[in-house]
Structure formats: C-alpha cells, structure tokens
C-alpha cells in the first residue's frame, strides 16, 4: 500500500488552499462539507469562490503566496496551474510536517484525494495511488450501485440505539444482534423509509435476544421475500435496488428467462434454486410449476430466510407477480416488490423500435398470445390504425395471431417486427409487414422469448438511422475527454 488510507477530522481546523480558480473550488467544496476553516490565498477567485467569500464562507487573502500563509494550518492544498508556486507550497509545507496535495502532482503532494462515495456517516474512498483514475472511478461506480441512496439513515438509526442496546446486551450477545439488525428486516425497513416499522421490529428482536441470553429460547424470526424484476435480459438493466436485494438474499429462486449474466450479480454464498418449467419434472410425476414456487417461497421465508424470487421482465407483466404476492400475505410474510423492465421496453430501446410516435402511434398495448388468452381479446380494437401492440408468448402462434388481426380488418402491409431474445448479446430483429412475417420468422427458426411488434413503428430502426449520421463516433470522442480526469477530479 503507497497510501494509508485514513478519516480526518476537519471541524474547525484551519486549512490553506493556494489558487482560486476551478480546481481549487472542487477541492474547497469537500473541505466546506468537512467543517473546515478555509482560508485561499489567490490574486484572484472564479465566481463561486467570490460568492463563498462574499458570504463569509471562506476567507479570502488577495495576496501572491508566502510559506507564511501556512501558520497555523493543519492542510495545504496547491491548485494553482503554475509549477513554481505548486512547489513553494508542497516544499513549505512539507518543511512544517504539514500534509499537502498538489493537484494533479502525485509526486509534490504528500496525500492525494480519493474518489469518494458519500452515504454520510458512511463514506467509502477509493484510490489507485495515481495509477489509473478511469479504473478508480469504474470501481467508484460499482460500489455506488451497490449501496443504496438511504445506507446513511441506517447508519444513523443504529448510532442512536447503540447506548440502549449496550445496557441492554451482555457484550458477548450484542454483535450478532447488530448483524441480525443490519442484515434483516430492520435493517431493510429503515432502508426503504419505513421508520415506524422499523422501530417495531427493532423493539422486538431487543426483546427476543435479551430472552434468549437469559436462557429462555424464542422462535426463529420471519424471513421475508423480494420479488424482484430481473429486466429483460442484459445484466446492466437491473435497477440499483435488485442489485442491492441480490446482494442481501439467502437464496434465490429464479426461471428461465433469467440469464446466468443477470444471476452471477448475485451474493456468492446465495442458494440459486431453479424453479422454472420442467424443474419439477421427477419421479413423482409433474407438479404444478406455481404451485411449488410458492411452498417453496413460503418455507424459506419460514426458516428466517432471506428469498429472492427473480423474475424476467417485470414481476406484474405476464409474471404472475399478483399470485405469488397473495400468497405471501396469507401466510403472513413480509415482501417487497423491486421492478423491472419489461420485455417490450427493453425490446424496443436493443432493436430501435419506438413504441409511440407522434406521427404513427399514439398508444401502445402489451397483449398476451398465448392461445389460452385468445377469446378474451378485443381483435378488432387491436387492429385499428394508430397504434402499437406487442404480442408476448405469442412465436408459437404467429400465424394465428396474423390471421386474427387481418380478419379484424388490419391491412397486409402493416409493419411487424419480430424480437428474439432482446437486449442479450444473440439478439435477433426481423422486420417485415403482417404478410410477411410469419414466413420470415420460420425461415430463421425464431424462437421463445421473443416479442412481436405491430404498428407502423415497427419499420423505423433509430440506431441505423443514429449510425448513418455517424452520431457513434461523436459519443466516442466525448466518452474518451470525460475520462481524461484525475481521481480527485471525479471524486
Ligand atoms: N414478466 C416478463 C414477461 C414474462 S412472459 C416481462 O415483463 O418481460 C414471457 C414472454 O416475455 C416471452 O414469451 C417473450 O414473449 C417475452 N420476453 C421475455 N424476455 C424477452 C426477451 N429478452 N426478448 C424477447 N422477448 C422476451
């Protein structure tokens, strides 16, 4: 380690900054935030620094540096973008015992700046020790993921009880007991803003375990389950809070649409349990598929577990979301439902097919083409102009479903796309019209998942119109200045 990684405290302290431009601003923001006393010396200041010192945020000092501006300092930061006075400043600090950065100047600072992720009273600090800010910052934004927006108030929430707790506790019980708070049913409360229901529970594992260190043994407490949409496909389209349930559950119930990419995000030591079709097939014969998942749900929960019931798309699209969540509430288990993007929506941004369009669609409708479902469908209403409809499970039916909606009156020439497997990297789009598709899609052996989109926006493809104009290379050249920073810079 070139670095220890260390929290200073700053309240009060006076700290010198040198420069009063940009740079020194974003490092005098992270000072501000710390309670420090910041006093800049510079001929001059950009607006936001003027406007700090005008309001006697800071004190300003128009003076070209001296070492004695250091007097009395416990920090000096050089910003300056002039190297003599960069290293007047490292070397009359250094000369103090005094820690000082450079910016940008590894080799003049004495400490250097992390990137910083801020859930206060946690914070997290990452650094390379100059070697690749880029890398810093990827790092920086997993984590970032990870941690939900709310970790703060949990931090907070514990730090209020803990004297309660001490006098409550015999030291040997109180761990176990802020583990169980932290990564159970308090713990997710207080994330997901339910003050008073975590309060209640809290009370109640306090009871529970000064039970059980005096002997008396209480029942097991109540796991709960996360019914959690797993997106259509593409890791990278899991909301932030999935990543976050993923990484807390005990195990994992999961089926077929959802890919092993989307799986691995999961914690390692997790229980992955298939429960899609087929997994019941055995020797006791056929089982009903929903039946299982939810005595399964339920036992886990049962046994104090933490379930994540992973589903593709979105839990309540076609998921049977609804039936799962009935379940739970009639035996008493606590959910929470995370969702996620569905399949018409991922397959629409993968394949460049905009579902509404202010010349060719005013609405768009996500219909079942299961044949089950046939009956209860209003085909003539499907196939009115000035719309788009998306069919699910519909590829084993195509023909069918073409054949409804051109005897319901929608012409041959409509726009059809067909979607196999979108937003993975096997994707596949077709584009033909309602006479065509069928063939189309046969002749390529198209098969689940896939979607079928009707509606005149299922000619357009805005990613072939985006690259035509050459806009990738534009992205590329940004993508690559805005990497080009240090990690304090990013902090
Ligand atoms: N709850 C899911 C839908 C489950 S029904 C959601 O919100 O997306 C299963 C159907 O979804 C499949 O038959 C297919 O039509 C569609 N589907 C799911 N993932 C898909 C994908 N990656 N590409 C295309 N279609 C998909």
């Known amino acids: 380690m070139e670095h220890l990684p260390v929290f200073l405290r700053l309240r009060a302290a006076p700290a010198a900054v040198v420069g009063g431009g940009q740079v020194a601003q974003r490092k005098i923001e992270l000072l501000l935030r710390c309670g420090a006393e910041v006093t800049v010396i510079a001929p001059q200041l950009c607006e936001e620094l003027a406007a700090r010192a005008a309001a006697g945020e ?129 713990g997710s409360r207080v994330l997901r803003g339910d003050a008073g229901g975590a309060q209640r529970d809290f009370e109640r594992e306090l009871r529970a375990s000064q039970l059980t260190t005096s002997g008396a043994t209480g029942a097991r407490a109540l796991g709960e389950v996360y019914l959690i949409g797993a997106g259509p496909g593409d890791p990278d389209l899991l909301t932030l809070r999935a990543l976050q349930l993923l990484q807390q559950a005990d195990v994992i119930l999961y089926d077929r649409l959802v890919p092993q990419a989307v799986l691995e995000r999961s914690r390692r030591e997790a229980r992955r349990v298939f429960v899609g079709k087929g997994a019941t097939q055995g020797p006791r014969g056929p089982h009903t598929d929903q039946g299982r998942i939810h005595e399964l749900m339920v036992r886990y929960a049962r046994e104090g577990l933490k379930v994540a019931r992973l589903k593709g798309g979105d839990p309540f699209v076609f998921g049977r979301g609804g039936e799962e969540l009935e379940t739970l509430a009639r035996h008493g288990i ?125 000619a357009l493809n805005v990613e072939a119109l985006a690259e035509a104009c050459g806009a990738p290379a534009e992205r590329a050249a940004i993508a690559a200045e805005a990497g080009d920073r240090t990690e304090g810079d990013l902090a």
Not at 64 to 92: C, M, Q, W, Y
Not at 350 to 366: E, N
Not at 376 to 399: C, E, I, K, N, S
């Open 334 to 458: 606590p959910y929470v439902v995370v969702p996620g993007i569905t399949a018409a929506l991922g397959a629409a941004a993968a394949s460049g097919i905009p579902l509404t369009h202010r010349k060719m669609a005013q609405s768009f409708t996500l219909v079942t083409g299961h044949p089950l479902e046939d009956a209860a469908l209003d085909w003539p209403a499907l196939a009115r102009p000035h719309q788009t409809v998306v069919f699910y499970m519909g590829v084993a039916h195509l023909a069918h479903i073409v054949s409804r909606l051109s005897s319901a009156g929608a012409p041959l020439t409509l726009p059809a796309a067909l979607i196999e497997r979108a937003t993975l990297p096997e994707q596949r789009t077709l584009r033909g019209t309602l006479q065509t598709i069928v063939a189309l899609g046969r002749e390529a052996g198209i098969a689940p998942p896939a979607l079928l989109v009707i509606g005149e926006v299922a």
């Open 58 to 186: 800071i004190r300003h000092l128009a003076e070209a540096f001296h070492p004695s501006h250091l007097d009395g300092a416990r920090l000096a930061i050089a910003a300056t973008d002039r190297k003599v006075v960069n290293t007047a400043v490292s070397e009359a600090a250094r000369s103090r015992a005094l820690p000082v950065n450079v910016v940008d100047d590894p080799a003049l600072s004495t400490f250097i700046f992390p990137a910083i992720i801020d859930r206060s009273p946690i914070v997290v600090a990452v650094g390379s020790a100059g070697n690749s800010p880029v890398l810093t910052r990827w790092v920086r934004e997993q984590i970032e993921a990870l941690l939900p927006a709310t970790l703060g108030a949990l931090a907070r929430f514990i730090g209020e009880r803990r004297k309660a707790v001490q006098e409550a506790l015999a030291p040997s019980a109180r761990r176990s007991f802020w583990e169980r708070i932290v990564a159970g049913k308090v």
